[in-house]
């Protein structure tokens, strides 16, 4: 699904109202009545009081369509009008009379105005600002902002929490609504998963509003949030007439003493998610553990007893995923420098490869084109250096794939598969998955479909989609506490079932599936 900019979004307004001979107080009737659909459907006429703060502009307007529907369908709602300014959008005007046609006068909140009281048992909707602020908002409408939050009532913000802006971070985080919930029209905001933002925003939902689907195809957007249908039309099922060196040959390399564990992951994680054969690389100490952790796998080992010394593959590999458990050390350091000026295979680079990239950056120069670097925040900072806050960052790592020819995953809450202009928003998994080995497993996932011919983009996209949907099936046995590294292995061939079982009616359907 595509994500918008604000003006992308006007746009798409402006370009709607015009092909579809509508005027725009019409769509803002739209936007609301979908608004309303959606509570109308969650609430099912309860008696709960509704607190309805519009602004004065077509956000407020909005509000006000939300509440006429409320209202003509038997709902407690209180309307205010929060007058930061003298101005009022047309569209804000025609709705308010609309709503004062059916005996409904809100009540005005200015600078002196005593705020509502708000019990906890209520609901608020929040239409104050929408998406076309730009400005911090005056003092007191971060004192009556403050006092929505500070009442603890289940708060709903229609497009986006107001006081959010779209493409720069705020300056008064006081200022902001924090929302349980945001119904927001046609497009997911970039701001509902940045750390910096999104815990304004706890949950969306994405309410289409009849916006013209041929022009948003045709915009050109920075980024996408990546659902399941997305995952499904990158997904190649699996033929019959096939065998094992199909699916690609994979080396997984890493481990030090101690540090075997994060091999072991990695190799397990490659296997169940397809590929054909998996060889491990690992110091003298990882032998015996591999062997029988994995009896799956081939193991090769340094002629180092601890440490990765020299790293010499005798065959011609699929990919290769690195880095993982295998120190910084200045012997680790010379082996990783001299693998990479002699090889020109696909890899996958995760924890101490990415450090030792960072220790020096020349090395960055000697990697394949598209090779996938899984960083988490810190691991990222040291590649790209500090940012101030999550635009920049996104603006670095973008520059960075550019001069690296590199696809880089910003591991977190949100995922995002950056490669150029392109980022790619995640929008599986969980808490629970902030545990140790995650990381690990996830560049197994990676490797193992660019080992059955994905490429490392797409690699990188599903492969960290079914990742966060192999700890979120996770849960249906457990809990985010007890969630492990192994559990999201467990389950990684649920989450291509889910993937693949609509591919299999599909063919079932066509007789193809024999």
Not at 240 to 247: I, L, P, Q, R, S
Not at 386 to 392: L, M, R, V
Request: aromatic share 8%.
């Amino acid at each position: 699904m595509k994500i918008l900019s604000g003006e992308q979004i006007r746009a798409a307004d402006k370009y709607t109202i015009e092909s579809q001979a509508i005027r725009s107080d019409e769509l803002m009737e739209r936007a609301g009545l979908a608004t309303f659909h959606w509570l109308h459907e969650q609430l099912k006429g309860s008696p709960v009081v509704l607190h309805i703060f519009c602004g004065i502009g077509n956000n407020g307007g909005d509000g006000l369509v939300v509440a006429r529907h409320l209202l003509e369908h038997g709902y407690t709602i209180k309307v205010y009008i929060v007058n930061y300014s003298e101005k009022r959008s047309d569209d804000f005007l025609i709705n308010l009379d609309r709503l004062k046609d059916r005996k409904v006068w809100p009540q005005v909140i200015g600078q002196e105005s005593d705020f509502p009281e708000i019990s906890e048992e209520d609901m608020v909707l929040d239409a104050i600002f929408g998406t076309g602020l730009n400005r911090t908002p005056d003092p007191w409408v971060t004192n009556l902002i403050t006092h929505i939050n500070s009442s603890k009532a289940f708060v709903i913000s229609i497009d986006i929490a107001s006081g959010l802006f779209l493409d720069k971070i705020f300056e008064e985080k006081n200022s902001i609504v924090k929302a349980n919930f945001v119904l927001t029209f046609q497009s997911p905001k970039l701001v509902f998963f940045l750390p910096q933002t999104g815990i304004y925003c706890e949950n969306s939902v994405v309410l289409d509003i009849g916006l013209d689907e041929a022009f948003i195809s045709s915009l050109n957007n920075t980024y996408e949030f990546i659902q399941q249908q997305d995952i499904r039309e990158l997904y190649r099922f699996r033929k019959k007439f096939t065998h094992k060196g199909t699916y690609g040959h994979a080396i997984i390399l890493g481990g030090s003493f101690g540090k075997v564990g994060a091999v072991i992951l990695s190799a397990r994680a490659c296997l169940k998610s397809g590929a054909g054969l998996v060889t491990a690389f690992v110091p003298q100490c990882g032998y015996v553990p591999l062997q029988t952790s994995v009896p799956e796998i081939m193991v090769l080992t340094d002629k180092d007893e601890q440490q990765l010394s020299e790293i010499q593959i005798t065959f011609e590999p699929t990919v290769i995923g690195l880095g993982m458990g295998m120190g910084t050390s200045k012997v680790a350091q010379k082996a990783f420098k001299g693998f990479l000026k002699g090889n020109t295979t696909p890899l996958v680079i995760d924890a101490d490869g990415l450090n030792l990239l960072a220790k020096d950056k020349s090395l960055l120069n000697l990697l394949p084109p598209h090779t996938v670097l899984t960083p988490h925040p810190k691991e990222l900072e040291r590649l790209i250096g500090a940012w101030q806050d999550d635009f920049e960052k996104l603006e670095k790592a973008q520059k960075f794939t550019d001069k690296y020819n590199c696809i880089l995953v910003l591991k977190g809450a949100h995922t995002i598969t950056m490669y150029k202009e392109k980022g790619y928003i995640n929008s599986s998994g969980n808490p629970g998955m902030a545990t140790a080995g995650s990381g690990d497993v996830l560049t197994g996932v990676i490797t193992g479909l660019i080992a059955q011919g994905y490429t490392p983009l797409n690699a990188a996209i599903m492969g960290v989609y079914l990742h966060g949907r192999a700890g979120d099936n996770s849960l249906l046995n457990g809990s985010m506490e007890s969630l492990t590294a192994s559990d999201i292995i467990e389950n990684l061939g649920v989450a291509f079932r889910e993937i693949y079982l609509e591919e299999i009616q599909e063919g079932e359907e066509q007789g193809t599936t024999s």
